[in-house]
């Protein structure tokens, strides 16, 4: 008889179920999508594509799920019961509980608020405002004794009932069921409601079927509409069993019972229309309920001390009360839902809303980033290959600036010694020092003048050209530098400096070293003698080798004409030499030929100019020889090295410029790695853009899903009957 459907109230818990399950998804997608803008947000280098205050409000929107999520597990059905003392409104909880878990009984056996819930554990237990000592509790007696026996409880107290779910199926379903003092024991109504009924999602209101409604019981339900927005109320007419006793009677106190409440909840307290009032209101009997529903749970014969189901119209007050429970169950499991879910549901879309808006943001500011990132590395490509391409063209340009350059240097070296070699009497004859023919007078004398030729040499030509040369290497490398900067980062620029001014064009001559082999001839030497005829006849170098019978070695690289005079004078010294008579009958032909008055006045000519020579040899002649002999000897040896000594100043202006120019593409290199460098900071930041992207439009997806999650939980709990 008292089978029915699945309880309706299960849609109360499936629907908590999901809403929580769509929070917890949501709190972990905001958590992982506040850590994302977090880090966006701290990564300088990507710019600005997210701010301080877009973090921030992630965290406070994951702040706030946290607190809904928290609220959402304590969340239930609440269904609170009022009427005067002794109505039954304990039996009517029992009843609905199909077990005697509250004290109920005639008299005021309910002294304070119960709150009567489910727990997962085996044994009941209570707890109060004032502790949370769980106190255990096994019978109803228990529980009443526990309650007298409590000094501290009053009429506005509040006492937790945990009882175990396996023996009651109601409380499995999030069901709190408030049981209450009566409304005629106390003037403090306002305060009940503020402290209990604020958060209830029915109002039972329980009545005596004897007797009409009280003003007491409506007062207190009129300060609960006038704090809470049409409260859910229905109306128990209790010990409707009682009516069996005047069975004339019955249908017209129903109608009276059904007019006036029908007027109280219609038109006194506006809460449901006239058409909605009655099926508000209901006429049962909550004790023949209660024992019927312990029986048959014992498996005994549903009879009790008001003869059970063979009492009067018992089977129509049991369908009274199915019919309540149902409708009660059907109503508090769609009211509940809408009351304690759809704010938080609201609240959550806005949730989402925002953080789709944040992601929006970050996604475009991430593209504009994206952009001007992508535009910078084209430029920085594009400034590279210049650099390269000008650098190549440049290193041609200025290698052929420096060998023509170079080439010119080593003409004007050239030039200039050609011009100092042929000056070279006058420096020898500007020269002033003592002079003795002794061996080491001679000797010092000799590296005097040495040193003086060199120094007036070096500055002849260090004022004829290094002047010019040096002024050539600074236009070379003002070239260079003007050339090169227009290639160089700004940084590296700052860098760049003037080339160094302490280059000094040098010109080594080293004529101690060509003239080491110089051998000095400053004895007398008759002018009109064999060797100063020889010498004089074929040269001085040649004469040398003819009389001194020179080293074959050195004839062999002699030219044919050389080496014929050679052997002719050779011939003549050999025949003198080896013949004297010869010579006699040479003297003899003469002598028959001319006369012996020319002989003899010829050979007085020539003792005269001998001994005139002879005389006239001094130390200012020896001097004057010396320095003709010297000055000959370093102009041949400084004609031999005219092309070594102009390559060598080319040289060093050759290594000058060259130097320069690379220490210049050095800086160039530097501003190619530089600009490497960038690109390939560009590139990543890039990729990081691109990831920053990809990131913020799949938490913008996820946000939609849970949006389609949260639509769907709306179509299907929010916005249905």
Known sequence: ????????????????????????????????????????????????????????????????????????????????????????????????????????????????????????????????????????????????????????????????????????????????????????????????????????????????AESTLMNTEKLFFHKVSERISKPNIFILHNRWDASVTEPEYIEEVRKQHLDRCVSFLAEELRVVGLDEAAGRIFFVSAKEVLISRMQRAQGMPETGETGGALAEGFHERLREFQRFERTF???????????????????????????????????????????????????????????????????????????????????????????????????????????????????????????????????????????????DIRDAQKYMIDSVRPLLSLSVQEQLSAPSSSFDLTYDLSLAALCADFRENIEFQFSLGWTALVTRFIGAANAKRALSAADPRLQEVSSFKDEMVVSIATGLVSVTSRASMTVLIIGGVVWRSVGWRLIALSLSLYGLLYLYEKLTWTNASRERVLKQQFMEHVAHRLRAIIPVSSSACSQQVYKELLATFSRLTQRVDLSEAELEGNIRQLSFRIQRLENIQRRSKAFRNRATELETQLEAFSVQYLQGN
């Open 329 to 471: 169950e059907e109503f508090i499991s769609q009211s509940a839902v809408k009351t304690k879910f759809e704010q938080h549901t609201v609240r959550a879309w806005q949730i989402s809303e925002a953080i789709k808006a944040v992601m929006d943001a970050i996604n475009i500011a991430s593209a504009d980033r994206k952009i001007c990132c992508l535009e910078e590395r084209e430029e920085q490509r594009d400034r590279l290959d210049f650099v390269r391409g000008q650098i190549n063209r440049l290193t041609d340009s200025v290698k052929e600036k420096i060998k023509t350059l170079t080439d010119d240097v080593s003409a004007k070296v050239a030039t200039a010694m050609s011009d100092q070699i042929r000056s070279l009497p006058v420096l020898v004859e500007e020269f002033r020092a003592d002079f003795n023919p002794t061996q080491e007078t001679v000797e010092l004398y000799k590296a005097k003048l040495l040193q003086h030729m060199e120094e007036r040499i070096i500055s002849c030509l260090a004022h004829r050209c290094s002047v010019s040369v040096l002024r």
């Open 1 to 208: 008889m008292d089978d029915v459907d699945p309880s309706p109230l299960r849609r109360f818990v499936v629907a908590k179920r999901s809403i929580s399950s769509i929070f917890d998804q949501l709190l972990d997608f905001v958590k992982d999508g506040s850590a994302f803008v977090d880090e966006a947000w701290r990564s300088d280098e990507l710019g600005q594509v997210a701010v301080e205050e877009q973090s921030l409000e992630m965290q406070s929107c994951a702040t706030k799920l946290a607190t809904i999520r928290e609220v959402l597990l304590r969340r239930h059905m609440k269904v609170a019961f009022f009427g005067r003392t002794s109505n039954g409104k304990s039996t009517v909880i029992n009843a609905m509980l199909r077990d005697r878990v509250l004290p109920s009984g005639i008299g005021h056996t309910t002294n304070c608020f119960l709150r009567v819930e489910g727990t997962d554990g085996d044994e009941a237990y209570l707890t109060t405002e004032a502790s949370n000592e769980r106190r255990s509790v096994t019978t109803v007696n228990q529980l009443a004794h526990a309650l007298h026996m409590d000094p501290t409880l009053d009429s506005g107290s509040l006492v937790r009932v945990l009882w175990p779910k396996s023996r009651c199926a109601l409380l499995r379903d999030d069901l709190v069921l408030m049981d209450s003092p009566g409304t005629d024991v106390t003037l403090e109504l306002d305060s009940w409601i503020d402290k209990f009924c604020l958060d209830a999602d029915v109002f039972v209101l329980v009545g005596n």
